[in-house]
């Protein structure tokens, strides 16, 4: 594939020099403009390891350069059964990317002139362990990806300074990060062996007739709306399953656990407001991640097709067929193919849920905290007030059962305010001061004891999940004449002209996925979405195809990139589905 021009001269990796050769380079263009940082582009070799300055930056407050270390086997020294495996291998990369992380606080100095002179950088991690470009284990070498801020003094180069990054810095911090002797092994371990526990532990769960799992002694809460890291051990109540849902599993490092098991259903989490209901859900939303020793979500596994669903008005839909929840809308507008640029509370949750069943969803997650009240419920007396024919929406509650038993996805729902669903749920368990006790026998006895006498209104069957297929030409990611793709956050990604909203898509976890996920759109764009295939189609090839060659496949003709993160393809076809210019076309009905 061509390299642009104005890249080609920075990605001559020509042959390699040696290290003194980088630091001459250094020292010859001292006191000059900033472009003269273009020359030290190259591969160089260290002795322990190859060092490669793959992009240079324009000025000191451009995007920094980017760099590669590469570590030979014998210098590495990792043992064949860290990265024996997939799960493996992954973890390991995410402590080398950590330990990485540790050793520049600790050997960089950081500030050394004008804009992001000096600094050193690889991608942050949160608390859960993912698959990311920014370190790469294969056949024992190791290579970190990383940018390095060139320093300046104004628009001049300060050779000296970089003399000191390049040969004591980064050394250090290469071979601190880099060589499993300078790391702490049973930590590497540990991490590597808890990864591969959750894996596997994930992969159990069908066999069990569970869709999740949460060991017993796991630490739900977090330490604040604003952090991820577990709350303290002394004030947090550590989980603890009932009996009559504990199961044991054997897990391949950890041996035998215990653990609350959810089985396949639908499972409603009750209690009284602030008893621990929402932070159980959240934590079963993220059990489709990966977490790090210490988490306290280690044991918290859900299985991989794991939906979280809410409200999201505002939202824009495109054409999607929420026939199942809405019908006999207003002014006659079709919920076959539904469009609007603005939907409400429940036209976007359902929209969320038939889009999230669209793309293979098997368990979906909600929260009564971030539901439209009205498309969760409608009890005897409004069916008494407002006939069926005038209310368009058909309450969750009247489908729930048919995703079950006709689509085979199971629902968790956290359900303070209603106790109607008591009628439709398989499993009932309530938090009490955050301890879940299984009521699934007491909610049966009430709900015989006080019925409803509401009227079911789901009709037979629960509907056509209508697949679509996303058209090429409405998705277009270049602002004037060049592609402008830019996660602003981890909730909002630029897209050209569009700026994607995704705060409310809350399986996102880090702003390395949402930049991943800018340039698989357009990735997308161009490869798979071809006016014929479905948006599951195309985009479960483009999974396939990273499987197979890696994420590296993502990145832009000519590029090395080290700043993704791998999203699932839930979030994926979320952003797609955000974009406001996209357009569709249903796939035409084949059966009836
Ligand atoms: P609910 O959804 O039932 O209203 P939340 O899940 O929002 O309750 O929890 C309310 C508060 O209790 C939160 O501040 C949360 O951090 C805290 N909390 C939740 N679970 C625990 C626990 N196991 N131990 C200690 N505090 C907890
Ligand atoms: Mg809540």
């Given at each position: 594939m061509a390299i642009p021009p104005r890249e080609r001269d920075d990605l001559v990796v020509a042959r390699v020099l040696p290290a003194s050769e980088l630091l001459q380079r250094l020292a010859r263009i001292d006191g000059r403009g900033y472009k003269a940082y273009k020359s030290i582009a190259g591969e160089y070799d260290f002795g322990d390891f190859r060092l490669i300055i793959d992009h240079v930056q324009g000025d000191p407050y451009a995007a920094p350069t980017s760099v590669r270390a590469v570590l030979d086997p014998e210098v590495a020294g990792f043992p064949g059964k860290l990265y024996a495996n997939r799960s493996r291998r992954i973890a390991l990369e995410d402590y080398l990317n950590r330990a990485f992380l540790r050793a520049i606080s600790r050997f960089v100095k950081g500030h050394r002139g004008s804009g992001k002179s000096g600094m050193v950088a690889i991608l942050p991690c949160g608390q859960e362990i993912l698959e990311r470009t920014s370190v790469r284990v294969s056949g024992g070498r190791v290579e970190f990806r990383f940018v390095?801020?060139?320093?300046?003094?104004?628009?001049?180069?300060?050779?000296?300074?970089?003399?000191?990054?390049?040969?004591?810095?980064?050394?250090?911090?290469?071979?601190?990060?880099?060589?499993?002797?300078?790391?702490?092994?049973?930590?590497?371990?540990?991490?590597?062996?808890?990864?591969e526990d959750q894996d596997a532990l994930r992969e159990m769960l069908p066999g069990m007739g569970l869709v999740a799992f949460i060991g017993d002694g796991s630490i739900l809460p977090r330490r604040s709306g604003v952090s991820d890291e577990p709350m303290n051990r002394d004030r947090a109540v550590p989980f603890r399953s009932p009996p009559s849902l504990r199961v044991r599993v054997c897990l391949p490092n950890r041996g035998e656990v215990t653990g609350m098991g959810i089985p396949f259903g639908v499972t409603l989490i009750v209690g009284g407001g602030y008893h621990g209901k929402s932070t159980l859900l959240r934590a079963l939303e993220r059990g489709v991640y990966n977490h790090i020793p210490g988490d306290g979500r280690e044991l918290v596994c859900t299985l991989a097709e794991t939906v979280k669903i809410r409200a999201e008005d505002g939202r824009r839909v495109e054409k999607v067929d929420i026939t199942p929840f809405i019908q006999n809308l207003p002014q006659g507008q079709d919920t076959t193919c539904f469009s609007t640029e603005e939907a409400s509370g429940s036209t976007s949750q359902a929209a969320n849920i038939m889009e999230a069943l669209e793309m293979g969803a098997k368990v979906l997650c909600l929260d009564e905290d971030t539901s439209a009240t009205n498309f969760m419920i409608r009890d005897v007396r409004m069916q008494h007030l407002v006939a069926k024919e005038k209310e368009p929406i058909t309450p969750f509650i009247d489908k729930v059962r048919q995703l079950?038993?006709?689509?085979?996805?199971?629902?968790?729902?956290?359900?303070?305010?209603?106790?109607?669903?008591?009628?439709?749920?398989?499993?009932?368990?309530?938090?009490?001061?955050?301890?879940?006790?299984?009521?699934?026998?007491?909610?049966?006895?009430?709900?015989?004891?006080?019925?409803?006498?509401?009227?079911?209104?789901?009709?037979?069957?629960?509907?056509?999940?209508?697949?679509?297929?996303?058209?090429?030409?409405?998705?277009?990611?270049?602002?004037?004449?060049?592609?402008?793709?830019?996660?602003?956050?981890?909730?909002?990604?630029?897209?050209?002209?569009?700026?994607?909203?995704?705060?409310?898509?809350?399986?996102?976890?880090?702003?390395?996925?949402?930049?991943?996920?800018?340039?698989?759109?357009?990735?997308?764009?161009?490869?798979?979405?071809?006016?014929?295939?479905?948006?599951?189609?195309?985009?479960?090839?483009?999974?396939?195809?990273?499987?197979?060659?890696?994420?590296?496949?993502?990145?832009?003709?000519?590029?090395?990139?080290?700043?993704?993160?791998?999203?699932?393809?839930?979030?994926?076809?979320?952003?797609?589905?955000?974009?406001?210019?996209?357009?569709?076309?249903?796939?035409?009905?084949?059966?009836?």
């Open positions: 390095v801020g060139l320093p300046a003094r104004g628009r001049t180069v300060l050779g000296r300074e970089a003399q000191v990054m390049f040969s004591e810095e980064i050394p250090k911090v290469v071979k601190a990060a880099g060589c499993y002797r300078n790391l702490d092994t049973a930590a590497v371990e540990r991490h590597v062996a808890t990864a079950v038993t006709e689509k085979g996805v199971s629902v968790i729902l956290v359900m303070g305010g209603s106790g109607d669903y008591f009628d439709v749920a398989d499993t009932v368990i309530m938090m009490d001061e955050y301890v879940p006790y299984d009521v699934t026998q007491q909610a049966r006895e009430v709900a015989e004891r006080f019925r409803t006498g509401r009227k079911e209104e789901g009709g037979g069957r629960f509907g056509r999940v209508t697949p679509r297929i996303p058209l090429p030409h409405s998705i277009d990611a270049r602002r004037g004449s060049k592609v402008k793709i830019t996660p602003r956050t981890e909730e909002r990604l630029q897209f050209g002209r569009e700026e994607i909203q995704l705060a409310y898509v809350e399986q996102l976890v880090d702003v390395a996925q949402t930049r991943a996920i800018g340039d698989m759109i357009h990735l997308a764009q161009a490869r798979y979405f071809d006016g014929r295939k479905t948006m599951a189609e195309a985009l479960t090839q483009l999974m396939r195809d990273i499987d197979r060659h890696g994420l590296d496949m993502i990145a832009p003709p000519g590029r090395i990139r080290g700043d993704y993160a791998r999203p699932r393809i839930f979030e994926l076809a979320a952003a797609v589905n955000r974009l406001r210019t996209l357009k569709v076309r249903q796939l035409p009905r084949r059966d009836s």
